[in-house]
């Protein structure tokens, strides 16, 4: 039978205002842990719960930017190896500016912290971000390894935590990154249909490594929907070509493909100076669509919508009144979307 238990009866019982009952059933640091307890216990023998209706209206008027009290805050945590990746990374800004956008939509401010900061370890961290009232994390340029430093590793169980870009290990938290495996398929698909018969993927192992394999799988994929003589190997060892490109000039000239599925703009310099012209002898395709390959031919990652992604998963944590890693770690994956460029045939031959 449906509760018939209001807010205000309830806060009359307890001796409390209907604020503190609504802080207090979402589990908000601004009412005492005795406190919390105390209304939720009430709640639960009274049958009652958080009207949906009213909780939607409340995230609506966040969103009109009427006052709802002091503004929240996030925090945003820059995972990569340099202090202003934030700003000067090809990639990570835009994870960054996807991250604000849905925050302030959301009437949450944001801090950001650097995770290898000589300065900072976990129980500093922890202190401050305490002292600002920050429930939520979000961790992104995860970018050389699955691994967290293990200064942090008592840090994340006190917030709501999400990664963007890859997921993590020790711990293993939830997280937002592009379908890496869709955006090969996709990029093969179109491909094919411009008239391309041996894709290839050009792409450094660590980097493979870093998604668990979902390139290299989803390439094995495609290639199952070509003919057997067609499924060309790919080039991997891209650290020892960058100082011998001779080593990227004689697999070319071995596998001979007619695209390249890749993630790096250097490709192309090899492979004009192995004499091949792009695209007239052969394709290239950028499987993540940046600033300084504007006119390449490739796959748009979305990573501004991974960004909101993250936002959204941390703060329906904080509303649910969840800190630390999921278990099992949840996964959002945003679809990726072909941009035609000038690196690929205009139309199938």
């Known amino acids: 039978m449906p509760s018939v238990v209001t807010m205000a009866a309830l806060a009359r019982q307890l001796g409390v205002s209907k604020n503190t009952i609504s802080l207090a059933l979402r589990g908000d640091n601004r009412v005492s842990a005795a406190t919390c307890a105390r209304v939720r216990t009430a709640a639960a023998r009274a049958d009652y719960a958080l009207n949906p209706v009213v909780s939607h209206l409340m995230t609506e008027l966040r969103r009109s930017g009427t006052p709802l009290g002091r503004r929240r805050t996030l925090a945003l945590i820059n995972g990569y190896r340099t202090a202003d990746a934030f700003r000067r990374h090809p990639t990570i800004p835009a994870y960054v500016a ?8 959301l009437g949450y401010g944001i801090d950001t912290f650097w995770l290898h900061s000589a300065s900072l370890d976990g129980r500093k961290l922890e202190r401050i971000l305490t002292a ?63 008239g391309y ?22 390439m094995l994929t495609a290639q199952q929907t070509l003919a057997a003589a067609n499924r060309v190997a790919p080039f991997r060892d891209l650290p020892a070509a960058r100082s011998d490109p001779a080593l990227f000039h004689r697999w070319l000239k071995r596998e001979k493909p007619d695209v390249l599925l890749t993630l790096y703009t250097v490709v192309r310099r090899w492979v004009e100076s192995a004499g091949l012209s792009v695209p007239g002898d052969i394709g290239l395709i950028q499987m993540e669509k940046r600033p300084d390959s504007a006119e390449w031919a490739g796959m748009d990652q979305h990573n501004d919508l991974v960004g909101e992604a993250a936002v959204d998963m941390v703060v329906s944590q904080i509303h649910r009144n969840e800190r630390g890693p999921d278990n099992p770690p949840r996964a959002t994956l945003i679809e990726p979307s072909w941009v035609f460029g000038n ?3 205009a139309a199938a031959l």
Do not use: Y
């Open 197 to 218: 018969r041996r894709p290839a993927l050009v792409l450094d192992q660590r980097i493979d490594d870093l998604v668990d394999g979902r390139f290299g799988g989803a």
């Open 132 to 194: 600002r009232g920050i429930r939520g994390v979000i961790l992104i340029g995860m970018m050389d390894n699955h691994r967290l430093p293990d200064r942090f590793s008592d840090t994340w169980s006190q917030f709501a935590c999400a990664v963007t870009g890859v997921r993590t290990e020790q711990p293993e938290l939830s997280f937002c990154c592009v379908d890496h495996h869709m955006l090969v398929v996709k990029a093969v698909e179109h491909a094919v249909s411009l």
């Open 343 to 345: 690196t690929v045939r």
């Open 98 to 105: 996807g991250c604000r956008r849905r925050a302030a939509a």
